[in-house]
């Protein structure tokens, strides 16, 4: 029996090399350990040796388990006279990495060298399935005659059905080292049909995640390019490094050269892409300011990078580089359904952050590029750098008397720079008269009323730096009879540093014929033309909330009354003379109780202010819950902030502006996780008309997914606002089955029609470029416009996108709809293929444009024309 056993060791050994492993059935035989000190289990009941044939046979269930493979088979023979082994009945071996290959026979030599399998059929952890009629493995390379290649799984309900997709060939060789798929006399079947036939392609076996080869090519077409054709090349360097080169041609443009290069480190990683092009055809661009017609040479450098300091401390960058603010938008394409087709503006940052259990440290410095033929570059400031700094304390009260609470420090120095002051003209609005592209202003200085000003201060041309340290205290108490008191103090420092340009100039013409003048900048500064300015604000207050519990049939509701009162000195809100970071102010439910509602630093409130309200919180038993809330807020003493304008007129026309400032509310409700609806909204104080609403909501009933969102905000004209603002939004999917979807995304600008009415009768308005538009902007003036079809399963995925959006035409400045569809197609383990087609951009008219002193009634995507 021992001399069986080690015949049959060796038997083994050589089935165990081709694939092997193991399960506990009735007879069971332990050989000897091979040369590698590897043991083997056999499993069979039964194994015999024929001395006369010179053959092993294990029958019956066999099951061999070496070097963690597995055999089964109802049947294994070792041939001693050729070498040879067979497996046969049922027969199945399952790899290390989960690999298993059925066959009616395996055919292999005993040093798994060589052999030959018949009616193969492969299935491998990555949910791919090959299957041959017979396969031959010498060494390292397996041929699979008349096979077939898939990533698709069976039909579960009708497994005869054909799979979404399969590539039969003549021949697929299987490269185990270099990992590689090579197909011979092949053709591609989609649900069972033939659809393409190639004598020859190769594709990456599914194990591998990287790999060096030519990618799937890439096609697109617009009217200013031509049909494109572009193929990618991956080269894997090293695990830790690879880059990426696609050379494409254009029919209308010249050769378009893309590189990415990427590089791995155990902290972090970077990448460097650079991409351009030699003009052939530059009359397709629309001349300046419209477009790059007289660029031949375009192109773009990127480079993002982020590495980890220590577990603390990270530093990373984001930096592009443009020839032209143009080259965005003339060479990408995207899908504006996914909310990235149109380029506005190219920001570049490098920076340096720190995360501690209770602090937070940010610096980084920031250059924006404008992309919009509206833009004037030298009035974008360059932030060198920003620097944030917040850190909390817990204060002991066993070491401070009993007072405790929490303190939190809070700095930030921001320094900026830029060429070109940056006006904006108001009541009305006036475009330059050499291109009737830019906002200038008629006359550079505030009125001695800021409301009826025609011209505001945005932007500085020149140096300004800012600093602001900050520091508060505050405790949270409940007295006896459930109020919960919360006392604070703080105390605010802020410098800043004004050195503006006197003689800088940019050659865009105001209605005068002259050029945008930085020297005016001293007349929105009410004389006071000193370069430093500090200020110190002290200050304290409490907030008292009183919650009330009361159980109802349908849930427990919460009655909570606020009240806030912050006392500060009464000195002015505009330390700096300028405002740079806190032109966004919006007073709604979420700023009320905010000590300060202006946002940024170069604004802050004083004097003492009264903040108060109530809100009520239903919840429901299954998780539901509806929340309303009501508030108001008064200036009690000293001069009201927000009725101070500075250069920008920041504070006017924001509900604060009186000293009983209007009603903010909101309401909640979400009864269950399907369905959610969120209204905000603020309403003059005397008349309750709305002046802001904001609508969310969200539905989600399988198999259709609904996002709606409605604004609607009153003029600000102190801001440049005449008239309305008013918008809506949707967003929505419908899965027709459980493969295939619907898709889409809707913009209406409900404003655009307000200008309309603003001439005393309909009539045509011609721009510089010699075009005629008429105002005739329905209520419902789409703006934006995305809609998609789609099918996935779990080895295919289509979809195909229209979008259609806003934007100024290229040649002419003037508004259009640009238009373009995507198609993606994507076959998991094969590759993706992206084509981009263009269908051009249709003037539209839905606009008034009035050429009288080169002004306009409204503007369009962003785009002022004449």
Known sequence: MRRRLRRLSTLLSTVAAFSGAATLLVATARAAPQGNGERMVVEAREMVYDENKNTVTARGQVQILYKGRLLEADRVVYDRNTSRVYAEGHAKLTETDGTIARADRFDLTDDFKAGFIESLQVDTPQNTHMSAARAERAGDETTFDMSSYTACEACK??????????????????????????????????????????PFWSSADPTVKRKSGFLTPVFTYRSQLGAGFGVPYFWAIAPDMDVTITPAVFTRQGPFLTGEFRKR??????????EGTHVGDPGAFAPPPLGAHDRQWRGAIQSMGEFAINDRWKFGWDVTALSDRYFLQDYKQYNYLLQNYFFRESSSTVYLTGQGPRSWFDMRGYYFQGLSPNDVQAQQPVVHPVIDYNRVFDVDPARTGGIGGQIELDGNVTSTSADIANYESINPRTLDRLYGLYNVCQIYAPDVVPQRSQCLLRGVGGAYEHATLSGNWKRKVIDPVGGVWTAFAFARFVGSYLDYDREGTYPAYNNFWQPIPNQNQGLFFNGQD?????????????????????????????????????????QTSIPSLVNMDSQSLVFDDSTLFEWSKFSGYDRFETGTRLNYGGQATLSLPNGGFLNAMVGQSSQIAGANSYAQADAANVGLNSGLDSRVSDLVGRFAFAPNSFVSFIAKGRFDKTDLNARRIDLFSTFNFDPVTLQLQYANYASQPAIGFDVRRQGLSATGRYDITKNYFLNGTVT??????????????????????????????????????????????????LSINYSQIYQPQSYTGLPARNQSVMVTLSFRTLGEARFNYGLGSVLVNDGVRNVNGGSYSGNYGGSYVR
């Not at 404003?751 to 008429?774: K, M």
Request: proline share 7%.
């Open 530 to 570: 000193q370069r430093f300015r500090g200020q110190a604000t002290p200050g304290f207050g409490a907030e008292w909330r009183y919650p009330i519990l009361a159980r109802s049939p349908i849930g427990n509701i919460v009655f909570e009354p606020i009240a806030q009162i912050v006392a500060r000195p009464n």
């Open 748 to 797: 209406f600008d409900m404003s655009r029609y307000l200008y309309n009415g603003l001439t005393q009768q309909p009539a045509l308005y011609t721009n510089f470029t010699g075009i005629n538009l008429i105002g005739t902007a329905p209520l419902f003036s789409v703006a934006a416009l995305g809609a998609g079809v789609g099918y996935h399963d779990e080895c295919t995925t």
């Open 157 to 198: 309900d009708d497994p005869t059905k054909p799979r979404t997709w399969v590539v039969k060939a003549k021949r697929i060789i299987h490269d185990n080292v270099e990992k590689m798929l090579y197909y011979e006399d092949a053709t591609f079947e989609l649900l069972g049909t033939p659809v393409a036939y190639v």
């Open 265 to 274: 480190f155990e902290n972090g990683g970077f990448s460097i892409r650079a």
